[in-house]
């Protein structure tokens, strides 16, 4: 099996990952590792932190097995536009559901979802959205949600762009993701978004397989079926909460390692970036700055879903690496014409 | 690189594999995969089992991804007796931090601690352990706790064996762990024991890096210091219990796959190995049998600390392989005379 590395001056650091196959891209192959972004100060930071940290020799030289890389998945690896794709599913899940409870029809919050009543869905805030995204997975096996997870998204189109959500992921995000473990890095989500909603597809979309997803939960149980089979069957309770200070949590309590490279896109990245910077030897922070309304959308300070403000002033401050999406990103989508 | 497999009829199978590297230990070289287990059943169940879910064109191969292997840590990868090692560990450092705490003294469970009632701290059940072992580890930081639990491993000798507790760790698991990984499977841990008790040594004593191991936690918090700087501090409250049906459901939340091999030794493993049967395909379920009280400890029915009972009933009722250590294990710790 032959080794190799596109990426100028790496190819030396591949003795430090010996244990980790080369994935060789048609798209490295012509010498750029990142075709999709325009060449720049901000596609130039991360080649760079990928070149120092596994050349040999280097100072900033980092083990395989601390080569590890945390991604936001909503705004980050995705659009997230007009409204988190989960919520989207939630609410159709309600919808679908709703004959079987005609309670429904007065009870909120189900009332203004079946209502379609987005002012008071918006009023729920994140937490509420969360209790209606538990509510609407709740008394399923985990294997009955999975399969409803995958139905869902090979049938339903996002309202803009008439396509399946999971064509809505981000070309240059999955080569930094491709190049980042063809230089034996281990690519993690970090996500507000709920683990069982991402683990099905994750690894078919971003080769990101689901012991490496890291999201948020409802409680599950373990019951004896009266068959005896065994099943576990999710719950209406919220376990953990993946956002804002719970990243770092999350990423304690599911890696146990402190990551060198994270990359997000919102206030609720915001910890998991400073958790990343605290650490020490190199490291690398980024942030996705959606400027393109025309490609993508465009939203920071005001927008009430991916909201960036906090973060964004504090990676200018700390010279972080911020994309803006609209000069960076040659594409966005990988449907797009090249 | 050579890739090679000594396991009888294996290395086609290594085509599947093409993404992992295999480790060439001496000890496989000598063409017995596994040198400290006895011949006989059990150590035929182990290589069967691995032969033919990784030999190409067998009806029960597995995909790489798919070879998932799972491992109780108390009892089945290290000694137990005469008390969980983390208890002992919790009982040291409460009476370590005493001195800061004279309301220790009449305070329970505190003062059944520090005054060595073994009877009063038997009574507390597991739950109660837990709940003393939260207690000891609360208001440190991740970072703090772990140079406490190594310091305190490189300190502390086991009462009987007079030796660092990490030197009682089973030759034959150590085997079955290595020859699981060289022919592509992830070992896990899954452990009633406290993940952040184990991480800081389990990749230098099993090879099992810190992300590859479940376990109980208690409740973390994000705190930015004023210096700037952010840690996560520990708290008393516990989180999640990973014992019993807790184990399916921490394979669930971390691994996000269910596995096709699982060894325990106890009533507390009973859950993942009907979670581990329940898959379709090939599965492998295994019992260490604590049966030699010469070389390490005979107990089973009636232990309080790593009872086996119901799980041994319905392992011998399922035909799951169970252990006997006494005549499957030539040694027992890697230390004695080979």
Known sequence: MKRRSFLSGAGAGLVGVATFPVVVRSAFAQGDALPSWNDGPTKRSILEFIARTTTAGSPDWVSAAERIACFDNDGTLWTEQPMYFQVLFALDRIKAMAPQHPEWRTQEPFRSVLADDHAALAALGEKGLLQVIAASHAGLTTEAFHAIV???????????????????????????????????????????????????????VYGIPPEQVVGSSGVTRFEMKPDGVPVLVKEARIEFVDDGPGKPVGINHFIGRRPIFAFGNSDGDQQM???????????????????????????????????????????????????????DWKVIYPFEPR
């Open 273 to 327: 970036l400073e958790w990343t910077a605290a650490g020490t030897g190199a490291r690398f922070m980024g942030l996705v700055h959606h400027t393109d309304a025309a490609r993508e959308y465009a939203y920071d300070r005001q927008s009430p879903v991916g909201r960036l403000d906090k973060a964004w002033d504090e990676a200018v401050r700390r010279k972080w690496t911020v994309v803006d999406m609209k000069s």
């Open 150 to 204: 995958l139905d869902w998204l090979a049938t339903a189109r996002h309202p803009r762009f008439k396509r399946p959500y999971t064509d809505l992921v981000f070309q240059p995000m999955l080569e930094v993701l491709a190049l980042l473990r063809a230089n034996g890095f281990k690519t993690y989500i970090v996500s507000g978004g709920g683990i069982e909603f991402m683990r099905p597809w994750t690894e078919r």
